[in-house]
């Protein structure tokens, strides 16, 4: 069982909506993570937060918004999506940023269509 | 790009039998960590390997790391159904904060 939780497990929205998705976990990790994944490829890394700031953000559209409220709770708001970004959304933390040798613990991931 | 490359990209072997898959990367590591898939699961934590280490074992889990050859190797003896899954190696790189994922192997284990 993951201690990352995320929600909703699944989400179905329209190009013109506004949703979005959260992640949770109590494990006292100062680095939180978000990556999107397609069928059959690996994941690839959306955004780091490090000590509630944005840490890194890998030239994403800003049609996805992060935030990071506090070092509990991340969340990816998502406005004016496309088909294309339909995918799973995996949130993640570690104890701190994952280059030293930190593993990472991945939440089960919010499955996203976009219609 | 910094990222692992995996091969086989697929693998299917008979329950019992052992399972091998490799991880080849570019420049210098830190680490190298191995995470598995269930399908359409979050991902899981296997074992790390760090640079100043050759071999590694977890239960059924043998890793190897050649940093000469910028390649490691996952092992897994006695396979059962239930290791059925995509496995990602993810080496970390010398000065580079961010961890990513190699391109995977999909094994199945056929009962």
């Known amino acids: 069982d993951t201690e990352v939780t995320q929600t909703p497990k699944h989400l179905v929205m329209g190009m013109t909506n506004k949703k979005s998705l959260k992640c949770e976990q109590h494990?006292?990790?100062?680095?939180m993570y978000w990556y999107k994944q397609k069928a059959k490829k690996p994941p690839e890394l959306m955004f780091v937060y490090s000590y509630e700031k944005l840490s890194i953000n890998e030239s994403v559209p800003s049609r996805f918004s992060p935030e990071c409220p506090n070092s509990s709770l991340l969340n990816l708001h998502l406005h004016a999506l496309q088909p294309e970004d339909s995918a799973l959304y995996l949130c993640?933390?570690?104890?701190?940023?994952?280059?030293?040798?930190?593993?990472?613990?991945f939440g089960e991931g919010s499955w996203l269509t976009v219609v | 790009s910094q990222q692992g490359e995996e091969d086989p990209q697929a693998l299917s072997i008979q329950e019992g039998e052992n399972a091998t898959m490799n991880c080849s990367y570019k420049?210098?590591?830190?680490?190298l960590q191995w995470y598995r898939q269930n399908s359409g699961r979050g991902l899981v934590h296997l074992i790390l390997i760090r640079s100043n280490e050759r071999e590694k074992h977890s239960g059924r889990l043998r890793v190897t790391l050649d940093t000469s050859k910028k390649s490691s190797s996952l092992l897994i003896t006695a396979s059962r159904a239930a290791d059925t899954a995509s496995y990602f190696c993810a080496p970390s790189f010398l000065g580079n904060e961010k961890l990513t994922f190699g391109t995977g192997t999909r094994l199945t284990i056929i009962p």
């Open positions: 993640a933390s570690s104890r701190v940023q994952a280059s030293s040798g930190n593993t990472i613990y």
């Open positions: 420049t210098s590591i830190n680490n």
């Open positions: 494990m006292g990790h100062r680095a």
